[in-house]
């Protein structure tokens, strides 16, 4: 019989020849020891529970990363949305601060005047090409007519051009077909007043001998009561007398800007108010044109003034040699 031949006899004999070491070695043991074939299993169970820990940890780890990254997101969207609302209540905030101080402007201009005016919001900026004009929020409902003034504290906007119920038409001075009629301050040489571009106006009807310079001021004439007497208008930025003709061509930089209205003051009466004898000496109102412009100062020791940069050289003589007599302001009508 082949002996590697399977035989449950033999298989008996061989574990117990293998077993009876091992359960000598187990029986000389110590009371607290464990057995020696748990030592492997010992072993093997901790390697995995190693394993499996450390891979536990990771995935808490990176579990934990992304819920927090999820919370800031949501606390950053959160804090943006806040940032967003405290913008909008810092603008608001600013819009109010800046209207009660132009209201304040305008009301204290309006006690300190004698004229009856009427408060206006600009509410629409016309672009037709025909017209140079904005539209207000006052109409004949409110007592408005044609022609009336309209100004702000700082200089003059223009005039109602049409009055309907609820609002009305305001041509503006930088308009072409604007006329005004004004007067240069320093020498009260008169002139009118229309538009040649957005941000120019042209001073027309200058007789060629007026005494007219670049840096004057020109204001209002207060002719017909549509406008106060005296009321700033703009500043001449450039004069030019041409080589034939009896007149003189003057370019002048309005005082307000009709782009940036918001709130305007329609001249109801003007109560003949002079504000070049009014705010001569104050710091209120309208630019200080006395200031800007003084009167020159004549000298003592010559009759004669002397030549100066806004002023002519020879005083115009007569065919006598006799000096020319001055021309009214009102002559030229």
Known sequence: MNFFAFDIRKALIVLIVIALP???????RSPGEDPWYKKPFSATVSVVQGGYSSFTSGVRGTTSMYLKLIGIKKENQALLHENEELRAKLGALTELKLENERLTKLLDFKRSTSMELLAAKVIALDLTPDHNS??????????????????????????????????????????????????????RARGLVSGK???????????????VAAGDMIVTSGLQGYFPKG??????TSVRKTDYGISQEAELQPVVNPSNLEEVFVVLKSGQEDFNE????????????SKANPEP????????????????AVKPVSANNEPAAAVPAGARE
């Open 297 to 312: 100062k004549p000298e003592a020791a010559n009759p004669v003034a002397a030549p100066t940069a806004n002023a002519p």
């Open 231 to 236: 009321f700033p208008i703009g500043k001449l």
């Open 22 to 28: 091992l359960l000598s070695i187990n029986m000389k």
């Open 134 to 187: 904005i539209r207000i929020n006052r109409g004949t409902r409110h007592g408005l007519k044609k022609l009336q003034g309209v100004i702000t504290v700082e200089g003059v906007v223009g005039y109602v051009m049409k009055a309907d119920y609820e609002s009305s038409q305001v041509l503006l001075l930088t308009d072409r077909s604007a006329a005004i009629d004004a007067i240069v301050q320093r020498t």
């Open 197 to 211: 571009s957005n941000s120019t106006c042209r001073l027309r009807y200058l007789e060629r001998a007026d005494d």
């Open 278 to 289: 009014r705010f001569g000496d104050s710091d209120f109102g309208p630019p200080l044109l």
